[in-house]
């Protein structure tokens, strides 16, 4: 079976600043790996995936992650953070064998102080 | 293209009382989800519809019963509202296995009094 952990409900950086989120998975064969963001009141939209191919993966808005299958990581990170990034953030898992049906972490609030 | 849509927005039941949630999707998407999302928990999948004409449960679909319409309109029924049903619920498309990422909806916000 296939679950995810996000290590830290909460992350808070100063503007400028590196962020790290930080995403585990498990899963018994190869999976499809996601980060979605959600700002208050409004549902998740999809930052970027790992599918397959290359394992650095961009997304939108300068975010990036990288898939390290040794480590069964796909961390999430942004070189600097601007106020505009506080939302929060969820990571997700999905098996091949069965791509439709997602299992999402529950989530990391990330906070951007000025 | 509009994307996902859900009416309402909002909602306040009494216990006992019934409701549909719709959702509808404009992408020609196989795939539908159902979440409910409550504070701490994340997002947990009530029902999905992996195709027009199919529905399977999901980590927490007690209380709920779900239609797939067509292969747009998946829509969630609360038969007998109870207080543990006040959430923030999510629907959700996506082309299956040909394209796992999902597209969600704004959200219904329901308070079970």
């Known amino acids: 079976a296939q679950s995810v952990t996000q290590l830290g409900s909460h992350v808070s950086v100063s503007e400028g600043a590196l962020v790290l989120l930080r995403c585990n998975y498990s899963?018994?064969?190869?999976?499809?790996l996601f980060w979605y963001v959600q700002y208050p009141n409004q549902g998740l939209q999809l930052l970027l995936k790992?599918?397959?191919?290359?394992?650095l993966v961009k997304g939108i808005n300068g975010f990036e992650a990288e898939f390290k299958k040794s480590e069964t990581s796909f961390h999430l990170t942004k070189p600097s953070a601007h106020m505009s990034d506080a939302a929060e953030y969820f990571c997700?898992?999905?098996?091949?064998?069965?791509?439709?049906?997602?299992?999402f972490g529950d989530g990391t609030t990330l906070t951007v102080k000025p | 293209n509009a994307g996902v849509t859900q009416t309402p927005k909002f909602q306040v039941l009494k216990t006992g009382q019934s409701m549909t949630l719709q959702c509808a999707q404009d992408?020609?998407?196989?795939?539908m989800y159902w979440y409910r999302q409550d504070p701490g928990m994340g997002l947990r999948l009530i029902y999905y519809?992996?195709?027009?004409?199919?529905?399977d449960k999901g980590e927490v679909p007690n209380g709920y019963n779900v239609s797939r319409l067509n292969k747009r309109e998946f829509s969630l029924r609360l038969e007998s509202a109870a207080p543990s049903q006040t959430s923030v619920y999510f629907c959700?498309?996506?082309?299956?296995?040909?394209?796992?990422?999902?597209?969600f909806g704004p959200g219904t916000r329901l308070t079970v009094t």
């Open positions: 959700a498309s996506s082309r299956g296995d040909r394209g796992p990422e999902q597209y």
């Open positions: 899963s018994s064969v190869p999976p499809y």
């Open positions: 790992y599918t397959s191919a290359a394992t």
């Open positions: 997700a898992v999905s098996e091949r064998t069965n791509a439709g049906k997602s299992t």
């Open positions: 992408m020609n998407h196989n795939s």
């Open positions: 519809s992996a195709s027009e004409g199919t529905t």
